[in-house]
């Protein structure tokens, strides 16, 4: 037994790390998020994080405040601007023409 407690301690120190790193993953997650490329900005559908970025800062020219809109997004895999319809809600959701989707918090 006197030998086991530092494999028993090392086992727990273990495990409380990686919780420790999944729930902290799990919080920045956004709703719908397949993926997260940074935080406040994530993906699903097939979309890159440089798509999102790309539409992120499409997002950030837009004025107003509807609750709709559209923007145009350069995707790299394309080499070609792609619209993007935007609704706002709990998270600012743009999905593309494909099914891309790109989640940015507000």
């Known amino acids: ?6 494999f028993l301690l090392a086992v727990v120190v273990f495990l409380v ?9 799990y919080a920045d997650r956004l709703p719908g998020a397949g993926r ?5 900005l994530g993906v699903a559908g ?3 994080c440089q798509l999102a970025v790309a539409t992120r800062d499409s997002v950030a020219k837009v ?3 509807a609750a709709q809109f559209q923007v145009q997004a350069f995707n790299p ?3 070609a601007d792609v619209p993007f319809t ?6 600012l959701r743009c999905e593309g023409p494909t099914g891309e989707v790109v989640l940015i918090a507000p």
């Open 86 to 91: 935007c609704v706002r809600g709990k998270v």
């Open 17 to 25: 790390l990686v919780l420790g790193i999944l729930w902290r993953s």
């Open 46 to 48: 097939g979309a890159s």
């Open 77 to 79: 895999l394309l080499g």
């Open 36 to 40: 997260m490329c940074e935080a406040g």
């Open 63 to 65: 004025t107003g405040a």
């Open 1 to 6: 037994m006197k030998r086991l407690w530092p």
